[in-house]
């Protein structure tokens, strides 16, 4: 069971627009929804959007996602220092009875 | 509030067992399903086992197939993760998450603090 794939990095000023691509593939992300992660230094992780696109309340709408074919999107807009942090994606995978496939995470780095 | 406590973790050694328990307040548990995720010492996330909210489901990642149980208690509101025949590859620590469905759908929107498993001999 491979990772879905993740830039490892990114990095952008305040103020700017960063985006955060996840590749996967039919079984995965083609089938099901795309899942994303915030992951602050030292801190279990924390929902960001789930479906594709829908943010759990108290996310900031700064944080946007999407999905096209086998790969899907984060955006995160209006950039800020407490952004920084690991963002993984994840989706369900329907091989082998079905499983949880993550993304190999990218570290972003608010410059 | 929604909280999920994990427990059982610890030094452990190659080929040995260990039970990882996750206690669940704040919510009505037999309405989620809860997941046990794992995150190696500076790597990423790694899904390991899935439990529906009446045990009708239950998934795990190939490497611990046969060498993992997930179960849980809806009476008590927890579930366990027994964990057998422990390999270095296993050192790591675990969360415990609660699905925002019942059925397995990998959307975790609850996370514990996680319990730390050291294999080594």
């Known amino acids: 069971q491979s990772v879905l794939t993740q830039p490892p990095s990114a990095s952008g000023t305040p103020g700017q627009t960063v985006t955060i691509s996840c590749s996967g593939g039919?079984?995965?992300?083609?089938?099901?929804?795309v899942i994303w992660f915030q992951q602050l230094p030292g801190q279990a992780p924390k929902l960001l959007i789930y479906?594709?696109?829908q943010r759990p309340s108290g996310v900031p709408d700064r944080f946007s996602g999407s999905k096209s074919g086998t790969s899907g999107f984060l955006a995160i807009n209006g950039l800020q220092s407490e952004d920084e942090a690991d963002y993984y994606c994840a989706a369900w995978d329907d091989r082998m009875n079905g499983f949880v496939i993550f993304g190999g995470g990218t570290k972003l780095t608010v410059l | 509030e929604v909280e999920l406590v994990e427990s059982g973790g610890g030094l452990v050694q190659p080929g040995r067992s260990l039970r990882l328990s996750c206690k669940a307040s704040?919510?009505?548990?037999?309405?989620?399903?809860i997941h046990w995720v794992r995150q190696s010492p500076g790597k990423g996330l790694e899904w390991v086992a899935g439990?529906?909210?009446?045990?009708?489901?239950?998934r795990y990642v190939d490497s611990v197939k046969g060498r993992f149980t997930i179960s849980r208690d809806n009476a008590k509101n927890s579930i366990s993760l027994e964990m057998n025949s422990l390999r270095h590859a296993d050192t790591a620590l675990y969360f415990c998450?609660?699905?925002?469905?019942?059925?397995?759908?990998?959307?975790?929107?609850?996370w514990g603090q996680g319990t730390l498993v050291t294999v080594s001999s």
């Open positions: 479906s594709n696109n």
């Open positions: 704040g919510f009505k548990f037999d309405d989620y399903a």
């Open positions: 439990v529906s909210w009446n045990s009708g489901e239950i």
């Open positions: 998450a609660r699905d925002m469905r019942g059925g397995l759908w990998g959307i975790f929107d609850f």
């Open positions: 039919r079984s995965n992300i083609e089938s099901n929804t």
